[in-house]
């Protein structure tokens, strides 16, 4: 709440400063306008070319405004004692107003205090420490999941996304998962991965390079530029280091191992199984591990099923999409927990029945993002530990 308390405030204090004299000149000359254009429509004109100016300063200060990135400052929801500390100066300073010119000039001076205070002292990030964490974060039908790992390091897999026949102008990264990390006390990310070229999983993620500057990109090998110019374009402008990862890579990560077990460059995908160009990565710590299998699809499925994919938590694919999770793959993964990233009543029926009932038969324990909102497990390296939501 800090962070669009404080935004508003320093906008409103420029546009104060700038607009208040403008809107003082244009009301007088706009009434002076209208009252002389009885009178003569010539003489009129003067006060109206003042009322014109006056208005096309005001809307040249909003499109300044708009443009400048002091409109937009980003900070992390403020730990409670500088939250305190910010409303005490903010309460001060509405107090000081009006008394006096140095009353005013003090309590100016109090809330720039209270605005440098918030954006300079972080808010440490609240992750659990020694543990491998898996969030699937709800982001309507589509995929986020945050990963933090045993040393602290943060990676995002995927930022959600709106169809573009959805008509909304609403930014699923900019609107659900940048303040879902802010209350995490997060402020940079270390990785970002996009599983592939689909807006459900790609759509929230420019928005949360600009707000949190990954060091690195992840992408699947083969991904097609065109298919994500504004993700290359502003990983570019952040200076974001592009990583391609394929079947066979793998490496240690946070004090976890990463193994990815497709896309496989050497098996083509048919243009009407474009899910199965899906990065599906495993990550193991310790004894417990997790298979994060985007929208694979069975042609995936079935190579990944081939590549010991054994794992105790299992991000189902697709979005519990009867075209996935087969009997076969359940069969080798043997999963203890499941969780499906789905939007709640979407119009693809998701999840189908007959996945819920292959995880039934598998015994697998399911937490769906529709129902159970973010649904967070923690792997310590011996057991996971799924975590409900809060209730508020
Ligand atoms: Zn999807």
Redesign the pocket.
């Known amino acids: 709440m800090a962070y669009y308390f404080h935004r508003a405030t320093s906008v409103a204090i420029l546009a104060n400063l700038l607009m208040v004299p403008l809107l003082q000149l244009l009301m007088p000359a706009a009434v002076l306008a209208i009252g002389l254009s009885y009178v003569s429509l010539w003489l009129a004109k003067i006060p109206a070319a003042v009322a014109g100016f006056a208005l096309s300063g005001i809307s040249q200060t909003v499109h300044w405004l708009g443009g400048m990135n002091i409109a937009d400052v980003r900070v992390p929801t403020p730990g409670l004692p500088v939250l305190t500390a910010s409303g005490i100066l903010i309460l001060i300073a509405i107090l000081m107003t009006r008394r006096s010119k140095f009353c005013t000039a003090v309590g100016v001076a109090l809330l720039c205090f209270s605005a440098v205070g918030v954006w300079e002292i972080r808010p440490h990030q609240r992750l659990r420490p020694g543990v491998l964490e898996v969030t699937a974060i709800d982001v309507g039908q589509?995929?986020s999941l945050f990963l933090g790992f045993p040393d602290g390091k943060t990676i995002l897999i995927d930022g959600g996304g709106l169809s573009f026949w959805m008509h909304s102008q609403m930014d699923l990264g900019e609107d659900v998962v940048s303040p879902y990390l802010w209350s995490r006390g997060i402020v940079r990310l270390d990785a970002v991965a996009l599983t592939h070229a689909?807006q459900?999983?790609m759509g929230g993620l420019p928005a949360i390079i600009a707000n949190f500057h990954p060091r690195e990109l992840w992408l699947p090998e083969g991904i097609l530029p065109d298919e994500i110019p504004d993700l290359l374009r502003i990983a570019q402008r952040y200076g974001v280091k592009v990583i391609h990862h394929q079947a066979g890579d793998i490496f240690d990560y946070g004090r976890a191992t990463i193994r990815v077990l497709a896309p496989d460059p050497q098996i083509p995908v048919r243009l009407s199984h474009r899910n199965d160009e899906s990065m599906v990565m495993k990550i193991t710590y310790g004894n417990t591990s997790a298979l994060l299998e985007a929208?694979a699809e069975k042609g995936t499925e079935k190579l990944v099923s081939t590549e010991q994919p054994a794992a105790d938590l299992l991000k189902i694919a697709?979005?519990g999409s009867a075209s996935s999770t087969n009997a076969d793959l359940l069969a080798v993964v043997h999963p203890k927990f499941a969780v499906i990233s789905v939007g709640a009543r979407n119009v693809y029926h998701h999840p189908r029945i007959q996945v819920l009932e292959r995880l039934q038969q598998a015994g697998a324990v399911t937490y769906r993002t529709d129902i159970n909102g973010a649904s967070t497990f923690y792997l310590d390296g011996s057991v996971v530990i799924p975590r409900m939501p809060d209730l508020r």
């Open positions: 589509g995929d689909h459900d999983h929208d697709h979005h």
